[in-house]
Every structure is written in structure tokens, then in C-alpha cells.
């Protein structure tokens, strides 16, 4: 069946640091690819998706991009900020729009 | 506003009681969801309704059940709370247009059964 594998947490950086956050699926077909991110207090909120193998997806200074020869979606931004403090949580669609999410990693930036 | 809206935020319940979390939507979505988070497990698909006729057990239905009174409307019952059960939950909608294939979640329900 589908999976998602993330690195574990918790990270914890300081501003300006670079941060990578590792991810892995297992998954029948080509599957879309998503972060999202929850905020402390509220639900989940789409970060980035990517819907083919090669395409990159980008927001708020985040990149991913969809690598089918190594099942990956890596998290990277170049530099995070205090705001960037979250969960960030990897995710599938299979099926129906029916999404597979990883454990989740909770992030902390220090100033 | 919030699209997507649950109440109540925080319920504490005692083992063998009903539970009933609710879930509206103004975001005029056909599909919606319910799902639990739990430490380290990331999110789990508990039910799915595509439309108001439509209801789809997720992975961990086992203790739950659910009504899609409308379409802007799907609530979580369960039916004789155990501590397990206690645990964040989240709804979440999507629409089936185009190539769209986002889900918008609402701020969460924390469930704590004693």
C-alpha cells in the first residue's frame, strides 16, 4: 500500500540556517506529491505540491521536487526564519484524493 | 471567516459516552473528510464522503461513525468513547474540479476521554 517517511524530529535551527526535511513514499502509479504545514494552534495548511516526476514545487521560499528515481520529496529553504517554527508534515494523494501523510516533523527556529 | 469550521474546539468526555464533533463548510466543496492526529503518527483517514450520498470508511473507522447531513456539513460520532479515542481531529474538504486536488482543514477538535 502507500506510505510516507519522514525524517524525525524534532529540528531545531537558527535563523539563516538552511534546512532540509527528508521525505520518502512508497506508492503504486505516480502519486501527487504535498507538504503542508501546521501552525501551532491550527489545522493544516497546503505549503507546496507537485504533481509529476521532475516538477519542483515552491512557496514562502520552500522547494520540493518530485525525484521518482529515489522516491523523494525533500523540504529545503535557504534560509528559515523564527516564523518558519511549525509541524511540516509530507504527504500523498492515492486513491479517490484520499492523501497518505508522513509522521510529521516538528520544526523549531531559535533567533 | 473561516471556510472551514469544527466545533467544539476541546471536549472532555468520560469513557462509554457519545460524542458527536461537528464539521461546516462555505467553501461549496463536494468532498469531505475526517481524520485523527495522533503524536508521531502523523494524520489517519478515519471516514470520506464524496457527496451527501456517499460515505467511505477511511483506515481507522473501527469505534467511529459519520453523517453527511448536507453537503456543507459532515459530523464525527462516537458512539461509546474510549481513552484511545482521545486524540486531535481534523476535517477537511475538497472540491472535485479540474486538476484541483488540495485539501482545506479546519482548526481541529481536541477529544480528551477519561
Known amino acids: 500500500g502507500n506510505s510516507v517517511t519522514q525524517m524525525e524530529g524534532p529540528v531545531t535551527l537558527s535563523e539563516e540556517a538552511f534546512l532540509t526535511i527528508n521525505c520518502t513514499y512508497t506508492?503504486?502509479?505516480?502519486?501527487?506529491l504535498f507538504w503542508y504545514v501546521q501552525y501551532p494552534g491550527e489545522g493544516l495548511q497546503l505549503l507546496l505540491k507537485?504533481?509529476?516526476?521532475?516538477d519542483k514545487g515552491s512557496n514562502k521560499g520552500f522547494e520540493a521536487t518530485y525525484r521518482k528515481e529515489t522516491t523523494s520529496f525533500h523540504l529545503e529553504k535557504g534560509s528559515v526564519q523564527v516564523s518558519d517554527s511549525a509541524v511540516y508534515f509530507c504527504?500523498?494523494?492515492?486513491?479517490?484524493?484520499?492523501?497518505?501523510f508522513g509522521q510529521g516533523t516538528r520544526l523549531t527556529i531559535n533567533p | 471567516d473561516a471556510d472551514v469550521t469544527q466545533t467544539p474546539r476541546n471536549r472532555i468526555t468520560k469513557t462509554g459516552k457519545r460524542i458527536m464533533l461537528e464539521c461546516s463548510q462555505t467553501k461549496g466543496h463536494d468532498r469531505m473528510y475526517w481524520y485523527r492526529q495522533d503524536p508521531g503518527l502523523g494524520l489517519r483517514l478515519i471516514y470520506y464522503?464524496?457527496?451527501?450520498?456517499?460515505?467511505n470508511k477511511g483506515e481507522i473507522s473501527d469505534g467511529y461513525s459519520v453523517s453527511r447531513q448536507a453537503q456543507a456539513k459532515f459530523s464525527l460520532s462516537l458512539e461509546s468513547a474510549i481513552p484511545n479515542q482521545t486524540a486531535l481531529y481534523f476535517c477537511?474538504?475538497?472540491?472535485?474540479?479540474?486538476?484541483?486536488?488540495?485539501?482545506?482543514f479546519g482548526p481541529g477538535t481536541r477529544l480528551t476521554v477519561l
Open positions: 464522503s464524496f457527496d451527501v450520498k456517499d460515505i
Open positions: 477537511a474538504t475538497s472540491d472535485t474540479s479540474g486538476s484541483s486536488d488540495t485539501q482545506y
Open positions: 507537485a504533481t509529476k516526476a521532475d
Open positions: 506508492a503504486t502509479g505516480y502519486p501527487s
Open positions: 504527504a500523498l494523494r492515492g486513491g479517490a484524493q484520499k492523501l497518505v
